[in-house]
């Protein structure tokens, strides 16, 4: 008779004590041609990541060129006095690295992500993008040509769609904030090279640009190393440029963008609001997250869970440009979609929700479960150097003290359910926002007339 093998067990293995977190705090110098240079060492991550921010914003593009400082960013990457567009390209895989750059309201930001040990090589890379882009003219032809060849794409897009249409409303015309962040077809059709290095040579310069560096700095001589690459890259100094402070129209209105036989409404509204340096801001974030940041949220809770609407609504608060002379704003939102039979009932439940926040207030379940959520899984967030390098880089665009995010944690713990409740009810005051549809018009206009919550506009979907 075969014997039964015993089993031993062992004991539970038990948690440990938490470790103190805080968002990490960066080192702040410079170099001789002025380049501002924040470094943040992070233990284990072999990844190094990079941000190259630029004083190059959309409101300092010439008329009439709309979309040349995207054509600009995405050049950098083609090609530079001592490489070719594709000799560049082998180098940077060579490398193991990655170079990204996009434009957006404040600026343009390349990013890079290295493995540490090929630091040097690609550092040394992008500083030839900076220092000597080649602008080619069949390569900015090539640029443009596929810049085109997205528009139409993203206008067939209705979550797209509607947030160009909601930037047309929100904004004076005219303004740059009110036309889309990497033009349009007839702005960037006008786009070549001469006006690509005209751009370069009036925005682009070390003086007023900024370098994060983020990773494990074990062993390098960074000072060294940024001497020898971005140290090298020269210009002159610059003047400062005045900033026009940013103004909305939020009087309540819809408009439809119309696209005759949607099965689905997709749905944005929106409003500006308080940026950053407003001490709302933290307030503003817990509240909207309560509002629609999860999906415990109260707008899914209503629209998905209790009506079967939709797939999702999420609230959201999104900086456009930050100063703290109060010249900036944030974008304050709802977004999401329907189905088209249910578009009018849908938006009536959504103010609904919005009409008894203000009456009756956030709950403390409500508050507790949104702290712990934007709070607690901080540490998780910001495990990538190139996470915490992002942040460091939205921190110096937005004009944020270094601090500012550890800062923020703190004061999102501190807040109080009722702070949180005054400041998600006036982010969205239900008689103070543009709603955009984009969807079918013979189907939804007549009961979305019917709510009451603004003038009706249809608009051809282009």
């Known amino acids: 008779m075969t014997e039964l093998a015993t089993m031993e067990f062992h004991a539970q293995p038990q948690a440990g004590e938490p470790k103190p977190w805080a968002f990490p705090a960066p080192g702040r110098g410079s170099l001789g041609n002025g ?59 060579r490398c193991g690295a ?43 032809e090539r640029l443009v040509r596929n810049r085109l060849d997205e528009i139409p794409h993203e206008l067939a897009n209705p979550a ?14 005219g303004t740059r904030m009110s036309r889309p962040r990497q033009g349009t077809e007839e702005t960037v059709a006008s786009i ?9 040579e009036k925005h682009v310069r070390p003086a ?32 400062a440029r005045p900033v026009a402070p940013i103004t909305a129209d939020d009087t309540g209105r819809v408009v439809i963008v119309d696209r005759p036989g949607a099965v689905q409404t997709q749905l944005l509204i929106g409003r500006t609001g308080a940026d950053r340096h407003d001490r709302v801001w933290p307030a503003q974030v817990l509240g909207t997250y309560c509002l629609g940041g999860t999906l415990t949220s109260r707008l899914d809770r209503v629209l998905r869970e209790e009506k079967g609407y ?51 207030g956030l709950t403390d379940a409500e508050r507790d479960v949104a702290v712990q959520n934007l709070v607690g899984v901080a540490p998780l967030k910001y495990e990538t150097a190139a996470a915490v390098a992002s942040t460091l880089a939205d921190q110096v665009e937005q004009h944020l003290p270094d601090d500012y995010q550890a800062t923020l944690y703190r004061q999102l713990a501190a807040t109080g359910t009722v702070e949180a409740t005054a400041a998600v009810v006036n982010a969205f005051p239900v008689d103070r926002l543009v709603t955009v549809l984009v969807g079918d018009a013979a189907q939804i206009k007549e009961p979305v007339e019917a709510l009451g919550i603004g003038e009706v506009t249809v608009v051809a979907a282009e």
Request: with cysteine; net charge negative; aromatic share 6%.
């Open 35 to 93: 380049l501002t240079v924040l470094r943040c060492h992070r233990p284990g991550q072999q990844v190094v990541a990079v941000e190259v921010l630029l004083d190059a914003p959309l409101d300092a593009e010439p008329t009439g060129l709309d979309g040349v400082a995207t054509i600009m960013a995405r050049a950098f990457s083609e090609g530079t006095d001592k490489h070719s567009a594709e000799e560049f390209a082998a180098e940077l895989e």
């Open 98 to 140: 990655t170079l990204d750059a996009h434009a957006d309201h404040p600026g343009v930001r390349l990013s890079l992500e290295v493995p540490v040990s090929r630091l040097a090589k690609a550092l040394g890379l992008v500083a030839d993008a900076l220092r000597a882009p080649a602008f080619a003219d069949g390569e900015v």
């Open 208 to 239: 007023t640009a900024t370098a994060v560096v983020v990773g494990d700095l074990t062993g390098v001589d960074l000072d060294a190393l940024l001497g020898e690459t971005l140290g090298a890259w020269a210009g002159s100094a610059a003047e």
């Open 160 to 173: 797209r769609r509607a947030a160009k249409e909601l930037y047309k409303e929100l904004f004076p015309a």
């Open 310 to 360: 939709t797939y999702g609504v999420r609230a959201f608060g999104q900086v456009l440009r930050s100063a703290p002379d109060g010249t900036g704003a944030a974008m304050l939102a709802i977004s999401g979609s329907v189905d088209t039979p249910n578009t009018g009932p849908a938006l009536d439940d959504l103010w609904t929700v919005l009409r008894k926040l203000a009456a009756e």
């Open 192 to 200: 070549d090279s001469a006006a690509v290095r005209a751009f370069y």
